[in-house]
């Protein structure tokens, strides 16, 4: 039996799931027992593939108990880095569901959402983030033998604090913040006298860093032209290489580009024009012509569908089923990929998402000497209401500007 390098066995697993359109989220988790597997193995003077170190890995950090969570999470990764087929084999994890609740928190929850929907006017993705962590505190709350809001004791919020801070610092940055806006929302509404906000811990954020990441100039061609030769030799080639052209030419955020819709690209006027998903702010933007070429492509030569009146978003899945894709679709796996292929060292960038896009085109610009409220405009941060005489009378310098900050 020929034996396989380990770092190269690992790399071509996470193109096959890379291929398979598996969440970038689960995959992240499987690349950190894999990493955890490599360096254990490294310590232990081996660098190939082997079956029997696997296991003495998982003795040895994770020891017998399969019903602690890491230990499953390992094994799992473990067996799908031993053939990919397993990946269906496991049940991945499912979160709190509000079928859990009864009618009295069910409605309690409504109330609370849609307060911070329409009121406050939060996002779709925070909505969501309040959803699945407000299922998870009122399940402990009906666990816990407490069936209303006005029954909730300062021992209750104690409690849920030691059994939940244990986790992660981000994990408990969002419990904190979920549940202050909740102690907030019964405050304000009556349905809680007491404002348990007192109780819950300061916990110290990390602060980003200071210089955002940014692509050199030579590797976002690099990026581009090894997706544009890859059409048609990988699945969804084409789709991949549309979707990267929008981010690296236009700066548009991943949820802006899954959410792209057909209706929002005015052929004629050669623009795009998008609420934008995280601001709920207008933008409108130049259609440059390659990015229009490779969305048209990408229609010819792969779209499962071409248009039709029921598809409503650009990009959709090219497996069944055939609709549009989700959030979890992960473009920054796909510009890690490109980077390696094309040469660019692996070690080379810390940071490689789509937000890096972003920051390359704000600091091309930028070294041009374009206005900072146009480069604000063009990545959609101000607000355009604010500044749409200043944008209409210096439309063809918005235009220049992504002729500026061409790669190519």
Not at 95 to 103: G, R, V
Not at 221 to 248: C, F, H
Not at 272 to 296: F, W
Request: proline share 3%; hydrophobic share 35%; charged share 30%.
């Amino acid at each position: 039996m020929i034996k396989k390098n380990l770092e190269e066995f690992i790399y071509l697993r996470e193109e096959e799931l890379m291929n398979m359109e598996y969440p970038y989220d689960r995959m992240r988790v499987f690349k950190k027992y894999w990493n955890e597997f490599k360096r254990f193995c490294k310590k232990n003077n081996s660098d190939t593939f082997d079956k029997n170190m696997i296991d003495k890995y998982i003795n040895s950090i994770y020891g017998l108990d399969g019903n602690q969570k890491n230990t499953r999470e390992a094994i799992r990764a473990m067996e799908v880095l031993i053939n990919v087929d397993n990946i269906n084999k496991s049940i991945p994890y499912k979160p709190k569901s509000e079928d859990e609740l009864n009618d009295y928190y069910k409605n309690i929850l409504k109330k609370y959402l849609d307060f911070y929907k329409t009121v406050r006017d939060n996002s779709d993705t925070t909505i969501k983030d309040k959803r699945l962590l407000t299922i998870k505190f009122f399940i402990y709350l009906q666990d816990s033998n407490i069936f209303s809001i006005e029954n909730i004791s300062k021992e209750t919020i104690l409690n849920y604090i030691e059994i939940n801070y244990k986790s992660l610092n981000s994990i408990r940055i969002a419990i904190n913040w979920n549940l202050r806006s909740l102690f907030l929302y019964f405050n304000d509404s009556g349905i809680l006298p007491n404002n348990f906000e007192s109780l819950l811990p300061k916990i110290k954020r990390v602060k980003q860093r200071k210089i955002p990441a940014t692509f050199e100039k030579e590797d976002v061609v690099k990026i581009l032209d090894y997706l544009k030769k890859e059409r048609g030799n990988t699945p969804a080639s084409y789709r991949n290489y549309a979707m990267v052209i929008l981010a690296s030419k236009l700066g548009l955020r991943k949820i802006d580009i899954i959410n792209l819709k057909w209706n929002n690209i005015d052929w004629t006027n050669n623009s795009i024009n998008i609420i934008q998903m995280k601001t709920k702010k207008q933008l409108s933007l130049p259609l440059a012509n390659d990015v229009g070429e490779a969305i048209i492509d990408y229609i010819k030569n792969e779209r499962p569908f071409k248009i039709r009146e029921e598809d409503e978003y650009v990009f959709i899945r090219h497996r069944y089923p055939l609709i549009n894709l989700n959030y979890n679709f992960s473009l920054t796996n796909i510009i890690e990929k490109s980077l390696i292929k094309s040469g660019v060292p692996k070690d080379k960038y810390q940071q490689k998402g789509l937000h890096s896009f972003r920051f390359t085109i704000a600091t091309e610009l930028l070294n041009k000497n374009v206005p900072a409220e146009i480069i604000s405009s063009v990545l959609g941060h101000s607000n355009l209401n604010s500044q749409k005489s200043y944008t209409r009378v210096n439309n063809d310098n918005l235009r220049k500007c992504f002729v500026e900050a061409n790669y190519e």
